[in-house]
């Protein structure tokens, strides 16, 4: 069983990954559309980002 940061995580990158635009998504238009909170999502993001994502 996945954690739920594991699967927000995974919401988020499947959201980015599935965007057409190249252009800026912002933390809370994936936060509003995956259902996630908001400042829970920025410390995920800010996690992946240090690892490399």
Avoid: C, H, V, W
């Amino acid at each position: 069983m996945l954690s739920k940061k594991t699967q927000y995580a995974l919401q988020a990158l499947s959201y980015m990954a599935g965007e057409k635009s190249d252009a800026p998504i912002l933390i809370a238009e994936i936060a509003q559309e995956k259902n996630i909170p908001l400042k829970f999502l920025e410390s995920i993001l800010l996690e992946l980002r240090k690892a490399g994502f």
